[in-house]
Each structure stands twice: as C-alpha cells, then as structure tokens.
C-alpha cells in the first residue's frame, strides 16, 4: 500500500470500515513473524542492503508513483531490477516505479511492520510461504493477482509453479509466480553407468543403485540424505511421501500423518538413508558428499549446480524424479503480490508493472541474475536462447529439459485438490515431520509410534 493519504482516501465514506480493517490487519499481522520462519534451505540467499521508502501513489500532476519492494540487494542485481523499471516507465509514461530492496534477513519483520500498518509496497517479491501467510492477513489483492495471472495465461505457466500457489479455497493465486528453484534427486550419470546402472524411474531403481555404491569403510555412500530436524529433512522426505499418495492433509483439512501410505515412505527413507551419511546430516554435508563424488546421487536443490560446475561435472548431471505412484519434484516459487486496499490507478499500475514483468524477455532478464539455482515457471522463457545460450548457463542447458519436468510436476506437503493450506508453515515450524524421520533413521525409534506422535503433535496444533 502507498505510504501517503490519497484523493480516493479524501473522500472515502467508508472511512469507518477502513479504520477498522487497518486494525484487523494490525492483529494479523503478529501471526506473521511465526508463520514466515520457515526457512527454505538448499536454496538462495542473500547479501546486505538497505531498506527504502518514499511517498507513493498521485504526485498530483497525474503521475501514478508505486514501489517495488524485493530482495536484489547486490549491486549487479540492483542494476538489472532498475534496467527493467526504465524500460518499463519508457512503455508507461505516467506510471513512477521506485525500488526498495531488503536484506533477506530483515524482509520478513519489514513485511510485518508495513502490513501491519497498511503501508505495503505496492508490489512484494514473496516466496511461496511469505505469500500464503500474507493472503491470509488479507496484506494481498488477490483478485489484481487472478488478473495478471489470467492475462499471462495459465496455460503458459507450467502446471506444478500454478498448482503450489493456490490460494486456500482454490479460487485464486497468493502472487503471480514469477521464478523458481526445484529439488529433486540429482545424479552423476557416468558414476552410476560405470557399474552398468541406467538412470533410476522408481523408487526400488534408486535403492538398488544406492546399495550398490555403499561402503561406509571408506567414506563412500549409495546417495547423500539429510536426517536432522530441520526443514530441508521434511523438504526432501516429502517427494518420497506425496510420491506415495501420502500427505499430512486431506483435502477437508483432516489430519493425515499416520496412514499406511505415509509408514510406507518413512520405512523407505530409512532403508535408503542406510547408504547415506551416518548420523544427523545436514545440508552441507549432503551437499559436500556429492560435490566430492563420495556418492553419485543426492537430494539438493537446483542451487548445487554452481557448485558441481565449480568441480567441473556439471555436464555428467541428470535431475530423476523416481516415482512409487508418481513422480513428484519439491520446490519454492517467487511471487509478486499485489497490495491490497490501494486506489484504482495504483492497483492498475501495479498490474501492469508485474505483467511486464512477466513477459518472456523481461523474466528472463529476472532469471540471468541468478544462472543456475532460478528456473523458469513460464514455458516461453525456457526455450528461448536468450535464456538458453546465456555463457553462465551453458554447462547446465543439457539439464533443462529435467529442470522443466520439475517444475511441471511440483507438489508440496498441505497443497491438496489444487488448495494450499496455510497451517503448513505452522506444522513445518514444529517440526513434527522431520522429527519422525530423525527419531525413525538416526535413533532406531518404532515407525508406528513416531507417526502417531505426530499425528497427534499437528492434530493439537489445529484446535
């Protein structure tokens, strides 16, 4: 929202009603502190920068000022994001786009606070969960949102980046997506191929090939897993269970931790976590595991890659999604939210902004500020060459025929009959998941127990 008074304000006869929704949003917004914390690890991060602000919204000469508020921080970035604003005012004369960019370690309390006083940007770069939370604190225009992504075209987005980021009742987005990063499990082709394996499709494919390569004697293992508690565990256990059938949530918003389809998938991480790193693994160590080569497959993100280009096998990769029932992929969606409660000409502006945005020559200007770890949610902009042929993409562009096929087939923990239900990030913050696969792998625990531990642990957490 613009920080100033605005003429529609002036002459608002609702101005009661307004007031009383700024105060709602005021109480929301302490729920968003704890339901942002989710961090989304195997995935980017940030440098140091400074926040911004100044008047938005009618100069009074006509000029409709809005703000931009992301988290490109580093200069190089900040030049690309403000080369995309120029262009866009060039097209747009009337239209005053300034940027705001925040340190990834501040966004989220800088999202509270300006929510909380109805004072948000104009336009937000979110992820998914950010996004989630803020439609639920009613900070986002989720109609302005159903707009852009209609006039984009929803069979122009590959169907994974839309399906993760519907609102809860299905009917909308929680932002336009705008770019990713995905997770699957990432191979070295030729490593698997010396002893005579294809790449893994199923789930008993991955296992054989893990046994196989399994000599913890000498520091070697079939495939590199996390096993801590922590977010990235539940991160990668997930494409095991959704791939199974099995979800923490039916589509009424039951509690579905303890189903056969869910003991399945945990006694199949465990087997196969037995030819993974012992003890409590983290990111670095599945990350560092694979880099060296001391086993040929790991779970990571797409944000591997510049390290495996580092040590100069990008060219030997291969992203697999082996399937039980089906394949499934893991990953996070960059959105831009539209504010909600700004004027017309704010709102309209705004639109344009995030639709300009999103045509293929500017989202890949978006998408080369990071080659390799961010992937297109658009269709057009994986196949053109200016994304395709740029030189720091190059020893990645055999992968994005398995890039897109992640992203096409993304599924999330709480995302079920094409609804998105909020109190996952809750569940995530308890770590109700990942302790099951801990206690189950690390500390030898009874499956049934930890299960039914769990269920009961995010049954409380919806009373």
């Given at each position: 929202?613009?920080?100033?008074?605005?003429?529609?304000?002036?002459?608002?006869?609702?101005?009661?009603?307004?007031?009383?929704?700024?105060?709602?949003?005021?109480?929301?917004?302490?729920?968003?502190?704890?339901?942002?914390?989710?961090?989304?690890?195997?995935?980017?991060?940030?440098?140091?920068?400074?926040?911004?602000?100044?008047?938005?919204?009618?100069?009074?000469?006509?000029?409709v000022?809005?703000?931009?508020?992301?988290?490109?921080?580093?200069?190089?970035?900040?030049?690309?994001v403000?080369?995309?604003?120029?262009?866009?005012?060039?097209?747009?004369?009337?239209?005053?786009?300034?940027?705001?960019?925040?340190?990834?370690?501040?966004?989220?309390?800088?999202?509270?606070?300006?929510?909380?006083?109805?004072?948000?940007?104009?336009?937000?770069?979110?992820?998914?969960?950010?996004?989630?939370?803020?439609?639920?604190?009613?900070?986002?225009?989720?109609?302005?949102?159903?707009?852009?992504?209609?006039?984009?075209?929803?069979?122009?987005?590959?169907?994974?980046?839309?399906?993760?980021?519907?609102?809860?009742?299905?009917s909308?987005?929680?932002?336009?997506?705008?770019?990713?990063?995905?997770?699957?499990?990432?191979?070295?082709?030729?490593?698997?191929?010396?002893?005579?394996?294809?790449?893994?499709?199923?789930?008993?494919?991955?296992?054989?090939?893990?046994?196989?390569?399994?000599?913890?004697?000498?520091?070697?293992?079939?495939?590199?897993?996390?096993?801590?508690?922590?977010?990235?565990t539940?991160?990668?256990f997930?494409?095991?269970?959704?791939?199974?059938?099995?979800?923490?949530?039916?589509?009424d918003k039951?509690?579905?931790?303890?189903?056969?389809?869910?003991?399945?998938?945990?006694?199949?991480?465990?087997?196969?976590?037995?030819?993974?790193?012992?003890?409590?693994?983290?990111?670095?160590?599945?990350?560092?595991?694979?880099?060296?080569?001391?086993?040929?497959?790991?779970?990571?993100?797409?944000?591997?890659?510049?390290?495996?280009?580092?040590?100069?096998?990008?060219?030997?990769?291969?992203?697999?999604?082996?399937?039980?029932?089906?394949?499934v992929?893991?990953?996070?969606?960059t959105?831009?939210?539209?504010?909600?409660?700004?004027?017309?000409?704010?709102?309209?502006?705004?639109?344009?902004?995030?639709?300009?945005?999103?045509?293929?020559?500017?989202?890949?200007?978006?998408?080369?500020?990071?080659?390799?770890?961010?992937?297109?949610v658009?269709?057009?902009?994986?196949?053109?060459?200016?994304?395709?042929?740029?030189?720091?993409?190059?020893?990645?562009?055999?992968?994005?025929?398995?890039?897109?096929?992640?992203?096409?087939?993304?599924?999330?923990?709480?995302?079920?009959?094409?609804?998105?239900?909020?109190?996952?990030?809750?569940?995530?913050?308890?770590?109700?998941?990942?302790?099951?696969?801990?206690?189950?792998?690390?500390?030898?625990?009874?499956?049934?127990?930890?299960?039914?531990?769990?269920?009961?642990?995010?049954?409380?957490?919806?009373?």
């Amino acid at each position: 929202m613009d920080s100033v008074v605005t003429k529609s304000d002036l002459f608002d006869t609702n101005k009661k009603e307004k007031e009383n929704s700024i105060m709602k949003k005021k109480w929301l917004s302490a729920l968003l502190v704890s339901a942002m914390a989710v961090t989304l690890v195997a995935g980017c991060g940030g440098s140091g920068g400074n926040s911004g602000s100044s008047d938005a919204g009618d100069s009074g000469d006509g000029t409709v000022k809005i703000q931009f508020m992301h988290q490109q921080v580093e200069q190089e970035r900040l030049d690309v994001v403000q080369s995309i604003i120029d262009a866009f005012e060039a097209e747009n004369e009337g239209i005053e786009v300034e940027s705001i960019p925040v340190n990834e370690d501040d966004y989220d309390s800088k999202i509270t606070t300006l929510g909380g006083s109805g004072e948000l940007p104009a336009i937000i770069e979110y992820s998914q969960d950010q996004a989630k939370t803020s439609v639920a604190n009613q900070f986002t225009d989720v109609d302005a949102v159903k707009e852009v992504v209609d006039s984009v075209g929803e069979d122009n987005y590959y169907e994974g980046a839309l399906a993760v980021t519907k609102t809860e009742d299905g009917s909308s987005y929680v932002g336009v997506p705008l770019c990713s990063w995905v997770q699957g499990i990432w191979v070295n082709e030729p490593m698997i191929k010396e002893k005579g394996f294809e790449l893994p499709e199923t789930w008993d494919d991955v296992l054989e090939i893990a046994k196989a390569f399994n000599d913890p004697d000498n520091k070697k293992y079939g495939i590199a897993l996390p096993t801590s508690e922590s977010a990235f565990t539940e991160q990668v256990f997930s494409q095991f269970a959704l791939s199974n059938g099995a979800n923490v949530f039916d589509g009424d918003k039951n509690v579905t931790v303890n189903t056969p389809e869910m003991k399945e998938a945990v006694e199949f991480y465990k087997e196969l976590a037995a030819c993974s790193m012992p003890g409590s693994t983290e990111v670095a160590d599945v990350k560092d595991a694979f880099v060296a080569k001391n086993a040929p497959m790991a779970m990571y993100s797409t944000y591997i890659l510049s390290a495996v280009n580092d040590a100069g096998f990008a060219e030997d990769l291969a992203l697999v999604l082996p399937s039980q029932k089906e394949s499934v992929a893991y990953g996070c969606v960059t959105v831009l939210g539209i504010a909600a409660g700004m004027d017309d000409a704010q709102t309209e502006a705004a639109k344009k902004f995030v639709n300009f945005l999103m045509e293929t020559e500017h989202n890949i200007e978006w998408l080369n500020m990071a080659p390799g770890g961010v992937q297109p949610v658009i269709k057009a902009a994986s196949e053109d060459p200016a994304f395709t042929d740029l030189e720091a993409r190059k020893a990645y562009e055999g992968l994005n025929d398995d890039i897109a096929v992640a992203v096409d087939n993304l599924q999330l923990f709480g995302t079920v009959d094409g609804k998105n239900f909020t109190e996952m990030g809750d569940v995530t913050n308890t770590g109700a998941i990942s302790k099951v696969i801990n206690n189950v792998v690390v500390q030898d625990a009874d499956v049934d127990a930890e299960l039914e531990t769990a269920q009961k642990a995010v049954e409380d957490l919806m009373k």
